[in-house]
């Protein structure tokens, strides 16, 4: 998910890492230092159209550097949320660093996500911008439920339970669709999406270009 525009912070935000409070973190997720920039897919790639693959094997190297490189990756190219299949790569994970509207942070990366179903007297549709690093450029305003819990495992396969509210919610609803084949423009209205790939093609080098110096700025 590509990063919002900014939002009024009140004074006393909260950080979250895998859903729980801790006191203090650092600018980027520790892991990202040693991950590499993997190439983002883009919309029409196979990979982004269909369900990913439930992960079975946890703790292993293989999940770490995967891991690394994918905050990494989110990093360079400005996000706050970032798929596996955003990376090639078809099985059910995402990263995220996203701040929410009253500026609580929110770090980390859940494995197998699942979404509650919660209660209609729950359910709360906010409309916002949203947009995609998949789809580069454009944002488009979607309705999504203002309220989010998922839940799944992390990279050792110890259970994760993330909760989100307003934008943060928006951020898990959007990486658990990449999950399940969807891209936010699937969501849209035939105009909407239309117009979004439309922008895409115009605006993709200014983003591309964009990450490219960006890479080069933390490689250094």
């Known amino acids: 998910m590509s990063e919002p525009h900014s939002h009024d912070h009140e004074a006393e935000a909260r950080i979250y890492l895998q859903g729980k409070p801790v006191d203090s973190y650092p600018e980027f997720a520790p892991e990202a230092a040693s991950g590499e920039t993997l190439r983002i897919t883009v919309v029409g790639e196979d990979v982004l159209h269909h369900p990913c693959a439930e992960i079975t094997e946890f703790g292993t190297p293989e999940l770490d550097k995967l891991i690394a490189d994918m905050f990494h990756t989110m990093y360079v190219a400005d996000g706050v949320g970032l798929a596996a299949n955003q ?3 078809g099985i059910r994970l995402f990263v995220y660093d996203c701040t929410d509207e009253d500026g ?3 770090i980390g990366h859940i494995l197998n996500p699942v979404l509650d179903e919660l209660p209609a007297a729950e359910r709360h549709l906010d409309e916002a911008g949203e947009g995609c690093l998949s789809v580069p ?9 203002d309220h989010t819990v998922a839940r799944g495992v992390d990279k050792n396969g110890e259970p994760v339970v993330v909760e989100g509210f307003g ?4 951020c898990l609803q959007h990486e658990t669709d990449h999950l399940n084949g969807y891209l936010y423009i699937d969501r849209l209205s035939k105009r909407d999406r239309k117009d979004a790939l439309k922008k895409m093609e115009s605006m993709r080098e200014e983003v591309f270009a964009k990450r490219a110096a960006k890479a080069a700025q933390l490689a250094g």
């Open 87 to 89: 990376v090639d790569v």
């Open 104 to 106: 609580n942070r929110h």
């Open 137 to 145: 450029g454009p944002h488009k305003d979607l309705a999504r439920p």
């Open 167 to 170: 934008y943060f919610a928006r």
